[in-house]
């Protein structure tokens, strides 16, 4: 078992960021116990890039992981020199190349994130093969993506809360 989690507060006040701590403290609980192996997370705040002004949204990505492909443990969530992140969860058995002993997440964000507009990352995860779900955060492109396989081996389970979105696997 392996699990990802996603949190997206408004940078308001207070009490929102008093909420948005407690749900993710709660889910942190829970998502430790998913995956024996690894567990770290990133935080940061997704500026406004409509120019109104406003703080942004607080971003909480956070991963547990059972290894089960690799030589080499792996960690999640995963980063690269451009600034995406990604949280995935789940195998890829094809539509992309995964080397013998190679993590797949990691071949995923590298593919990921030569994806130049947001119209080639639905084109390249309606490729893949297996059971996954991922949380990335394209970063030239300032875009938030979840998504799950096609046949829904892997679920997403997202609630809306008046202070804050999260979204869990």
Known sequence: MCGILLVAAPVCGD????AAKQLVA????????????????VVFTAADSTGAGTAG????????????RGSIP?????????????????EIFGGLEIAPNSNDGKCLLMAMGEAQSA?????????????????????????????????????????????????CR
Do not use: M
């Open 74 to 90: 792996a960690t999640s969530p995963l980063q690269d020199k451009q600034g995406n992140i990604l949280c995935f969860n789940g």
């Open 26 to 41: 709660e889910y942190e609980t829970a998502l430790k116990r998913r995956g024996p192996d690894h567990f770290d997370k």
């Open 119 to 167: 119209n080639e990352v639905p084109q390249l995860l309606s490729k893949l093969r297996g059971p996954w779900s991922l949380i990335y955060w394209q970063a030239n492109t300032c875009t938030l993506w979840f998504a799950r396989d096609w046949l829904g081996k892997q679920y997403i389970v997202w609630q809306l809360y008046d202070t804050c979105t999260a979204a």
């Open 15 to 18: 009490q929102s960021a008093g």
């Open 57 to 68: 949204i607080r971003l909480h990505l956070a991963a547990s992981l059972l290894q089960l």
